[in-house]
């Protein structure tokens, strides 16, 4: 049965779709995943791996994974197309960085790396986009053979696989950031082949007051995603209290996503609630639906507002559906009009980096969007979405 198969029933069985429905970007945190629980089954990759160290944000495992492998003064290859909190973890670990190109696809051609290969390269840097594999068995081929050591950055690939064995698991490191694919308050999983030496270990736990802003901002959001009354009041008035509270200590808080490297925060490891939550989560079944919700935009989304990845290989889950139009700035504000949940993909260039050189990233910061496909969003309100991105992209007003 097709994705639209699937919808299609589910309508058919009396639901009838969401209409103007709220829809995280992300996970939402349900109250039941509070509780602790026995699992059933085993931790996927990396969340069992004895080389992995734990942090309460991946930038600190980029950070820590430099510092491992020496690269300080050191040349990083790394992607022209980034978010840009990444390249300050190398920054800060006193890397230095030599750019490589990145087409318009997401995709990246092995030669072109080796053709920037030099006498001062120590590393070559990946980043899985979305969720999708780069060619990892001929980089790290290429690695191995011009005696490189090769970072894998999985921020976006928890849970996707390549030729049957997990993305993560091809580099000499690799780093995901466990919040973007699951409904924890935080948690970075670094993993170093070689393993880690005792200082590599975070060790403060996180502030109690940031880590229950996020905590409640999760809760809050299912609430607010299942329509119960006066959630989305309740989380804006919580979300203010919380992020005073920590302001409160001294610091600023640090929400999901943002492009902040706080070196001061490179010690903190994940918290004891987010591993909890982690012994609740169907991992079989979160790559399953989010496969499945990723069909079903698609199929419905295809002719309007094309995947940058055509196609859906075995293995992969998708963190989300990325799509380029003309015209970004116009849809974004008609999709905003009519309260979609989406994503800019990384439209800025890092201050750091040189003047723009490579067309095809230049494209994708200029005409780059994302949507959800996360494990929470129902049947109906995918058929919700498809239909508001289709009148979007078309110029029909909200």
């Not at 629980?37 to 994974?65: N, S, V, W």
């Not at 580099?171 to 030496?197: E, M, N, Q, Y």
């Not at 610091?251 to 070196?263: C, E, K, S």
């Amino acid at each position: 049965m097709t994705a639209a198969a699937q919808v299609a029933a589910h309508r058919q069985r009396g639901v009838a779709p969401d209409q103007a429905a709220w829809m995280p970007l992300f996970p939402t945190l349900w109250p039941s995943m509070m509780r602790s629980a026995a699992r059933a089954a085993g931790l996927p990759f990396p969340l069992t791996d004895p080389d992995r160290r734990e942090f309460t944000f991946a930038r600190y495992g980029i950070y820590a994974i430099a510092r491992a492998l020496g690269l300080q003064g050191r040349e990083v290859l790394f992607p022209a197309f980034f978010h840009c909190v990444e390249l300050d973890a190398l920054f800060s670990a006193g890397a230095r960085i030599a750019l490589y190109p990145i087409g318009a696809d997401l995709q990246l051609d092995p030669q072109a790396i080796a053709d920037r290969i030099g006498p001062r390269t120590a590393a070559l840097y990946v980043i899985h986009y979305a969720g999708f594999p780069a060619p990892i068995r001929a980089l790290r081929a290429l690695c191995r053979e011009r005696g490189l050591a090769l970072i894998e950055d999985c921020a976006h690939a928890l849970l996707s696989t390549a030729d049957g064995e997990p993305l993560g698991s091809f580099g000499d490191a690799a780093v995901f950031s466990l919040p973007k694919s699951l409904p924890t308050p935080d948690g970075g999983i670094a993993v170093l082949r070689a393993g880690w030496s005792n200082g590599a270990r975070g060790h403060s736990q996180p502030k109690a007051s940031w880590l229950t802003a996020h905590t409640v901002s999760l809760l809050l959001a299912n609430l607010q995603m299942r329509h119960l009354p006066a959630a989305a009041e309740v989380r804006a008035v919580a979300l203010r209290m919380g992020k005073a509270a920590y302001s409160a200590t001294g610091a600023a808080y640090v929400p999901m996503g943002t492009p902040d490297f706080d070196l001061t925060q490179a010690d903190t490891t994940m918290s004891a609630l987010s591993r909890r939550i982690l012994m609740t989560q169907d991992f079989p079944a979160i790559a399953a639906r989010r496969r499945r919700n990723y069909r079903y935009l698609l199929e419905q989304l295809e002719g309007v507002a094309p995947p940058i990845i055509p196609a859906l290989p075995a293995g992969v889950c998708p963190l989300f559906y990325p799509f380029r139009v003309e015209h970004r700035d116009a849809v974004l504000a008609r999709l905003q009009a009519r309260a979609v949940p989406v994503g800019e993909f990384w439209p800025d260039r890092h201050p750091l980096t040189p003047d723009p050189e490579f067309p095809s990233v230049n494209e994708l910061r200029r005409t780059a969007l994302w949507l959800p496909c996360h494990q929470d969003l129902t049947p109906n309100a995918l058929e919700w979405l498809a239909l508001q991105v289709r009148q979007a992209v078309q110029g029909e007003p909200a």
